[in-house]
Structures are given as C-alpha cells and as structure tokens.
C-alpha cells in the first residue's frame, strides 16, 4: 500500500483513572502527536484517548484499535512512545503479531525509530520489554517501600477513618472531629445494649462518611471498623499483624471485648422505660421474680410479677419502701471525722502500695523487652530457613498480641498508679453525705446510692434485705461505733443534732 493512501490511528494515554493526576500528559500528546501527523502528512482517521494503566491487558480503548486494525480500517498508529500502547507482554506481543502479518505496517512514534523488518520488530519488542521491566522494577520497589513501612511501625496507605495522613511526614495521627465518634462506637457495642444497626446509625447522624463517596457507612463498614485492631495500636496488612507507632483511639481490652460480642453475635437488651422508681430495682424473697410496681386508689405499690409461679409476697406501699432505703442509708452514714480518719489510713496504703506497684510495674516491662527480643529472633529464624512462613506469621502474632497486652498494662498501672484507691476514697465521701441524702435525698438519689453501696436487692415481707458490699458493711460497724462515741468528735453537736432530729431504728 502506498503511503499517501495509508491510514492512521492516534493513541494517546495517561496511567491513571484520578482525573486530577497527568491531565496536561494527554493534552501534550495529543498536541505534538497532531502537529507530528501534519508535519508528516499522515492520515488520521481517528483518536483513540484512554485513562487507564497499561500494566495488565483489558484495556477497552486499545482493544478497539486493535480491532480495527486487523479489519482493515487503519495500517498505522501515530503515539508518543512505545509505552504508551503496552506495558505489558500480551498487548506488546499483539502489536508485533499485527505487524508480522502485514495488518500493521507502521507505527509512528516522534521519539522512537521504528521500520517494519527484522530489525525494526526486535527494537520494537525490546521497548515493549523495558515498558514491562519499568512497571515490575516499580511495583516491586513500591513493595519493598511498603513492607519498610509496615516493620517501622508507619501505615503505608490511606489513613483508616479516625486518622488523617500528614503529608509531610508521611505517617498518620488521629482525626481530633472523627475519632471520638468511633471510640463511643467501640464503647457502646461493647456493652452488648446495641446492635449493628444501631451503631451504623449513630455514626451516620454524627457525620462519619466514607473516604471514597463520602455516602453514609453501611453496615459492612460498621463490621470492618470494629473489627480493625488499627484502632488499638497493631495494623493488620494482608494478613499479618505488625506494632505501630500511631496514637490508639481505643484500648486493646475494650477491643476485645467487641470482637466477643462480634463472635457470640449477641443481641441487644431490651431498653424498658420504668416509670416508677422502684420497678425493676429488687427481686422477690420467695420465687425470685423482679418486683413492679403499680397504681391503685392513688397509692404506689409494690408486688412480684409472678412470672414464674404464684405468689404469696403482699403489697408493700412506695412510702414505706422509701422509709426503708433512707434508714439503710443512714446506717452506713459517717460523721466527717471518722470518714477523715478512714481516708487518713487510705492514704497510708497508698503510699504501701505505691512501692509494691514499682516491682510489678518493672516486671512487665521486662517481659515486654524480652517479647521485643523473641520477634526479633523470630525474623532471624526465617531468614535462616529454620521455621516457615506460617510458623513465622504465627508465632509473631502470638508474641505482639502479649507484647501490645503487656504495654496496656504497664501504660494503665503507670497513668492510674495511686487512683486505684479512689473508689474507696470516693465511697467514704459518699458516706459523710449519706445521711444528709436519707433526709432530703430524692428517691432516685436514694436509689442509686443504695445499688451502689449493696447488691441482690430483694424485698421479703414487705421489707428490703441485700448484701452490704465492701467496705460498706465495715462501714455500718464503724457507724454504730461513732454512736457509742460520739462525744470524741469535734464535730458532736452536728451529728447529735441530725440524729435527734431523725432518730435511726434499731436495726
């Protein structure tokens, strides 16, 4: 065919689909290659643009050149260079293929030589080769830069919800608006109150969305966000766990304790309104049914549900139980002096404490040097070829799993370290004011001190039974102790006064 009669098609292509990457790539190419076919008189029948890698075949726009080539509709191609129409070997060799049956007879490149014989066709698929070699050498290098990465303990990719990628550091570090929605996410499954739906929905109203579409997260989001140890300190990277460097968000035990209530796939608890104080708060003596509560006659009283048999427990009224409950609280009420003494000896344990702490607090850090010794001698064993690759993945999971457990532990002991006593500090100062809630304390009030200070609240006879708990029980002697010594505080005529005024019932 002469040349004057031949027929070309113009490729240009960007190796990429993100619109915002080698935009002006295409709009050079298809400057000079244009201004390449005038010069050259070369008849461009059509354009051929794509966005899309050359690295593995499929490509929709190559495709359909090819086959006009082979029905005849075109002889020639006019591209930039030999990498724009394949980076790889079976685009590369249906190219050549075309040329060796005489339906390609030209490729046009304005920076590469090409002549359709023996030694044009070597050349040719010698530059389709160093196309393949340059994309495997960069995957390969990208590869190596991840996995670098990964063992430095820095996420190589798009930060997960809740973390942000610093540009210029190239690591991430926690989202200050996002992050907290996904820690109450963690903390609120955990509790096993909420399903999935639940969560999805929670996430959704307080804005989370998607890095991609930025559509609200479904609930297979929901699963994979919850089941991502990312956010306690360890990434999971096709497969195999590695210790990062970045902030958690959540604890490793508040995680776990959501991968439990993921594997028992338990359901919520029914969430009931109480509309009176006391339903639901005890158990019945006799059958062990929970205790409502009910109107009659404009009086509030108490009755077991009998839900499992009948029932011989009688009415107690909503007054009388609420006597009852200021008369328990005043039992373990303390005058200031006593509770300063107690806190006083607290203090005293604490310092005891303290000093033991240290041993304890030593010995997981040496147990976390000798976890970072035995992953460290894990890596040489499989360099050497003395365990597997799953002995090796095995193994090392085991050892940074009790590694990252060893370090929330030390980490809680370190920041908590004398505040272990606070509950009891705390329940002592509840005990000085304990007395004051028993005569002017709302119900509720009440009733919440008294679930805090006993446990398996029952009501026999119309009247309350529970267990006294620690140091709430030691608490009840110390304040009988007071009444028979009142007169050794400073504080006499305050504490007589309340009591005349509420004289206690024997007990």
């Known amino acids: 065919?002469?040349?004057?009669?031949m027929r070309y098609f113009l490729y240009a292509r960007k190796s990429t689909d993100e619109p915002d990457r080698q935009i002006l790539s295409i709009e050079a190419q298809l400057a000079e290659l244009r201004d390449y076919a005038k010069k050259n008189g070369l008849a461009i029948v059509r354009e051929f643009i794509e966005s899309k890698t050359a690295?593995?075949?499929?490509?929709?726009m190559f495709n359909e050149m090819v086959a006009g080539l082979e029905q005849g509709v075109a002889q020639g191609i006019v591209a930039w260079h030999p990498d724009r129409l394949a980076r790889n070997s079976i685009d590369g060799g249906r190219l050549v293929y075309l040329v060796d049956t005489g339906k390609l007879l030209e490729l046009k490149f304005p920076t590469f030589w090409f002549d359709p014989t023996p030694q044009g066709k070597f050349?040719?698929?010698?530059?389709?080769?160093?196309?393949?070699?340059?994309?495997?050498?960069?995957?390969?290098?990208?590869?190596?830069?991840?996995?670098?990465k990964l063992r430095n303990g820095i996420w190589p990719s798009w930060a997960p919800m809740g973390y942000i990628n610093n540009l210029a550091t190239h690591t991430i570090h926690v989202d200050k608006e996002r992050a907290p929605v996904i820690k109450k996410a963690f903390e609120l499954y955990a509790t096993g109150n909420y399903a999935i739906l639940e969560i999805r929905d929670m996430v959704n109203r307080s804005g989370l969305r998607g890095r991609k579409l930025h559509k609200p997260l479904s609930v297979s989001n929901c699963h994979y966000m919850l089941r991502n140890p990312i956010y306690y300190g360890v990434m999971r990277y096709y497969g195999e766990v590695y210790e990062a460097k970045h902030k958690p968000i959540i604890s490793k035990a508040l995680f776990d304790k959501c991968q439990e209530m993921l594997k028992n796939k338990s359901k919520p608890k029914t969430k009931t309104l109480l509309p009176y104080v006391y339903r639901g708060a005890f158990r019945c003596a006799s059958c062990g049914c929970f205790i409502t509560t009910e109107t009659q006659k404009g009086h509030k009283y108490l009755h077991c549900t009998k839900?499992?048999?009948?029932?011989?427990?009688?009415f107690v009224r909503e007054?009388?139980?609420?006597?009852?409950?200021?008369?328990?609280?005043?039992?373990?009420?303390l005058p200031p002096a006593l509770a300063a003494e107690a806190l006083d000896n607290i203090k005293a344990e604490g310092i005891k404490a303290a000093q033991a702490g240290e041993s304890t607090a030593q010995n997981l850090r040496d147990k976390i040097d000798f976890l970072t010794k035995s992953m460290n001698a894990l890596l040489d064993m499989i360099l050497s070829g003395m365990i597997t690759q799953d002995e090796y993945a095995q193994k090392k999971r085991s050892c940074l799993e009790e590694k990252k457990e060893c370090e929330m532990k030390l980490a809680a002991f370190e920041r908590e370290g004398s505040k272990r006593f606070e509950p009891l500090i705390g329940f002592y100062k509840l005990a000085v004011h304990a007395g004051e809630a028993a005569v002017s304390g709302k119900p509720e009030e009440n009733l919440q001190i008294l679930k805090n200070i006993g446990s398996n609240l029952i009501i026999g006879g119309k009247k309350?039974?529970?267990?006294?708990?620690?140091p709430a029980e030691k608490l009840r002697a110390l304040a009988g102790l007071a009444d028979l010594n009142c007169a050794k505080f400073s504080e006499k005529k305050i504490w007589r006064g309340r009591r005349d005024s509420n004289p206690r019932s024997s007990p």
């Open 464 to 470: 309350i039974k529970l267990k006294l708990n620690f």
């Open 1 to 5: 065919m002469e040349k004057s009669n």
């Open 55 to 60: 690295k593995e075949p499929g490509r929709d």
């Open 123 to 148: 050349m040719l698929s010698i530059a389709f080769g160093q196309s393949k070699y340059y994309v495997d050498n960069l995957s390969e290098n990208v590869k190596r830069g991840i996995r670098q």
């Open 319 to 333: 007054e009388e139980i609420d006597r009852q409950v200021r008369e328990i609280l005043k039992g373990v009420s």
């Open 307 to 314: 839900r499992k048999q009948p029932c011989a427990e009688l």
